[in-house]
């Protein structure tokens, strides 16, 4: 339920109005983010007046945030409403009502001593609401600088100038990660490394052509030279989908079509997890993350080619944790469906337009009807999986597939 509907719904009341006053006060999220917002302490607004004070108890264990606005409108609200009041009004309401206001004594200092909440933006509070749970977005978007699961580690990234692996690189930075970003366009990996700095995360820039083997094990050379240690390698490189003939059956596809993501991803992920674990089995620990799509099990038409390279890459993140797993490394794959804001499904989704004439949510509805939850998946779905496979929490994981499709494809 969209927060708005639920003040509508109470107009007259002074713990709406209050609420609604808070709200506009909330215009510095955009619109997309405000109406999606869920909170469920507001959504108890809609009780009726006698029940306003479980109203406040609720918001204060909720968003201590709102907590003290709530509670000076209950007790105006309680005030004026005296003769107001029903019969058969909670009982902890009549009281509240019939009490006196308590005047404070400015000679003596407060018992217990309180704690003066430090001045924050309305964002600010949100973001630490959500971040503690007591907010839920239906959406959510990509976090703030904030994480600390990947403090004191460096991770690299290549093809971090594209959309996964942009995403990815800022997430991992939002968790505490130096991150050595690497693309083969200099102006994309730069600007991904700006916004990143201008975030206050760590970020190393650098031209990689990631299938350039000599130029990857230099580069990871000098990252370990520079820093001693190499904890977490992702590669993200990708081709465009009409390359490798996205959208055409088997039987129509070229054989030079079908070996693109052979000869790009999976030769490219070859090169840079090889270079990965030579330097990562010498200091005894590290993670190698894959990442593939739902594709590695036939379940749409048209992705022959990209499906093939999604199967030989999990079965080589198989194999390589076997023989680096006793070195304390670990070499893990994420699997994901189709994330509906990155350049591949975008472009994926203006060639079926382009034919079909369906528009953007149509196709987008498409897409998140074949996975059991029914929704789309996002690019920062995919970069909180990364960060949370990269991270300590996850010591465990290794010779393993995670299947983050939302059910699209089952093993
Ligand atoms: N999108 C999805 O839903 C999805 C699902 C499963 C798997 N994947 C896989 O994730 C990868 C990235 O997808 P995406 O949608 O983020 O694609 P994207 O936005 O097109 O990004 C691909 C990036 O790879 C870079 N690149 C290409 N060749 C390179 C090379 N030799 N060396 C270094 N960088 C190179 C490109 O560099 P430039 O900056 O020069 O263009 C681009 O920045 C692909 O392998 C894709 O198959 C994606």
Same mark, same amino acid.
């Given at each position: 339920?969209?927060?708005?509907?639920?003040?509508?719904?109470?107009?007259?009341?002074?713990?709406?109005?209050?609420?609604?006053?808070?709200?506009?006060?909330?215009?510095?999220?955009?619109?997309?983010?405000?109406?999606?917002?869920?909170?469920?302490?507001?959504?108890?607004?809609?009780?009726?007046?006698?029940?306003?004070?479980?109203?406040?108890?609720?918001?204060?264990?909720?968003?201590?945030?709102?907590?003290?606005?709530?509670?000076?409108?209950?007790?105006?609200?309680?005030?004026?409403?005296?003769?107001?009041?029903?019969?058969?009004?909670?009982?902890?309401?009549?009281?509240?009502?019939?009490?006196?206001?308590?005047?404070?004594?400015?000679?003596?200092?407060?018992?217990?001593?309180?704690?003066?909440?430090?001045?924050?933006?309305?964002?600010?509070?949100?973001?630490?609401?959500?971040?503690?749970?007591?907010?839920?977005?239906?959406?959510?978007?990509? #976090?703030?600088?904030?994480?600390?699961?990947?403090?004191?580690?460096?991770?690299?990234?290549?093809?971090?100038?594209?959309?996964?692996?942009?995403?990815?690189?800022?997430?991992?930075?939002?968790?505490?990660?130096?991150?050595?970003?690497?693309?083969?366009?200099?102006?994309?990996?730069?600007?991904?490394?700006?916004?990143?700095?201008?975030?206050?995360?760590?970020?190393?820039?650098?031209?990689? #052509?990631?299938?350039?083997?000599?130029?990857?094990?230099?580069?990871?050379?000098?990252?370990?030279?520079?820093?001693?240690?190499?904890?977490?390698?992702?590669?993200?490189?990708?081709?465009?989908?009409?390359?490798?003939?996205?959208?055409?059956?088997?039987?129509?596809?070229?054989?030079?079509?079908?070996?693109?993501?052979?000869?790009?991803?999976?030769?490219?992920?070859?090169?840079?997890?090889?270079?990965?674990?030579?330097?990562?089995?010498?200091?005894?620990?590290?993670?190698?993350?894959?990442?593939?799509?739902?594709?590695?099990?036939?379940?749409?038409?048209?992705?022959?080619?990209?499906?093939?390279?999604?199967?030989?890459?999990?079965?080589?993140?198989?194999?390589?944790?076997?023989?680096?797993?006793?070195?304390?490394?670990?070499?893990?794959?994420?699997?994901?469906?189709?994330?509906?804001?990155?350049?591949?499904?975008? #472009?994926?989704?203006?060639?079926?337009?382009?034919?079909?004439?369906?528009?953007?949510?149509?196709?987008?509805?498409?897409?998140?009807?074949?996975?059991?939850?029914?929704?789309?998946?996002?690019?920062?779905?995919?970069?909180?999986?990364?960060?949370?496979?990269?991270?300590?929490?996850?010591?465990?994981?290794?010779?393993?597939?995670?299947?983050?499709?939302?059910?699209?494809?089952?093993?």
């Amino acid at each position: 339920m969209a927060g708005g509907d639920v003040f509508l719904s109470a107009e007259d009341d002074t713990v709406s109005r209050v609420v609604r006053q808070r709200l506009k006060r909330t215009s510095d999220l955009n619109p997309h983010q405000y109406s999606h917002l869920y909170i469920p302490t507001l959504v108890r607004i809609q009780a009726p007046s006698a029940r306003h004070l479980k109203t406040g108890a609720t918001a204060r264990k909720f968003a201590p945030d709102l907590g003290p606005l709530l509670e000076s409108a209950i007790k105006a609200s309680a005030k004026s409403n005296r003769k107001a009041l029903p019969a058969g009004a909670h009982p902890k309401l009549r009281d509240l009502s019939q009490r006196p206001e308590a005047k404070a004594d400015p000679a003596r200092p407060p018992f217990p001593p309180q704690r003066q909440p430090a001045k924050m933006s309305v964002l600010e509070s949100l973001k630490r609401s959500l971040s503690k749970g007591r907010i839920q977005m239906r959406y959510t978007r990509e #976090d703030s600088m904030t994480g600390t699961l990947l403090q004191g580690k460096n991770a690299v990234v290549f093809g971090a100038g594209g959309t996964i692996g942009a995403a990815v690189a800022k997430q991992l930075a939002a968790e505490g990660a130096d991150v050595f970003l690497s693309g083969r366009t200099k102006s994309n990996v730069e600007a991904v490394a700006r916004e990143i700095t201008a975030a206050e995360g760590r970020a190393h820039p650098a031209v990689v #052509d990631a299938l350039d083997e000599a130029a990857v094990e230099e580069y990871i050379d000098d990252i370990v030279g520079h820093s001693r240690r190499l904890d977490v390698v992702f590669n993200a490189v990708g081709a465009l989908v009409h390359e490798y003939g996205n959208g055409k059956h088997a039987v129509d596809l070229s054989v030079e079509e079908f070996m693109v993501p052979l000869t790009r991803f999976v030769k490219s992920e070859f090169i840079t997890a090889r270079a990965a674990a030579r330097r990562m089995v010498q200091q005894r620990s590290g993670v190698i993350i894959f990442l593939t799509g739902s594709p590695a099990r036939g379940h749409v038409e048209g992705a022959t080619a990209i499906g093939t390279a999604f199967g030989a890459i999990e079965t080589f993140m198989e194999n390589l944790a076997f023989e680096v797993g006793p070195a304390g490394v670990r070499s893990v794959c994420l699997r994901i469906t189709a994330n509906t804001d990155s350049r591949s499904i975008e #472009d994926v989704m203006n060639a079926v337009a382009a034919k079909t004439g369906a528009t953007k949510d149509q196709l987008i509805t498409g897409i998140a009807s074949m996975n059991f939850l029914k929704v789309p998946s996002s690019i920062a779905d995919t970069a909180r999986a990364v960060a949370f496979l990269a991270s300590d929490k996850a010591r465990l994981f290794t010779g393993t597939v995670v299947n983050s499709s939302a059910g699209a494809a089952l093993d």
